[in-house]
């Protein structure tokens, strides 16, 4: 992927970003922004169960699915990127963390 790094107009040295590269570059940007969101909506569903206390109208086998849905994906991609974590990695780790998080509170106000 071409990165771009801003220098003196008109250096020969200097490659524009390609469409690709920038698209590659914005696709980056709005994964990150939408998860990043996505993580934070987790918060009125915790909210809204620990408030009421009533956790009848959440299933809990719906949420240890996404929860292990996320965990595995953050696995798989951990893996295919060479052990390394990445955006990708640490995105769904924490939407598995809410998951679980949800999940536990579910189960906490059932008992």
Do not use: K
């Not at 071409?2 to 570059?25: H, K, M, Q, W």
């Not at 849905?69 to 963390?97: I, K, P």
């Amino acid at each position: 992927m071409n990165t771009f790094t801003p220098a003196a107009v008109g250096d020969p040295c200097i490659r524009e970003p390609s469409a690709r590269g920038r698209y590659l570059a914005t696709l980056a940007w709005l994964f990150a922004f939408f998860n990043s969101v996505r993580v934070l909506a987790y918060l009125p569903t915790l909210w809204s169960i620990h408030v009421s206390g009533d956790s009848s109208q959440h299933s809990w086998l719906t949420w240890a699915t996404w929860a292990g849905a996320n965990a595995t994906m953050a696995a798989w991609l951990y893996e295919n990127n060479g052990q390394r974590a990445n955006r990708a990695v640490a995105v769904s780790a924490c939407n598995a963390a809410m998951c679980v998080a949800t999940l536990l509170l579910i189960l906490f106000h059932r008992s």
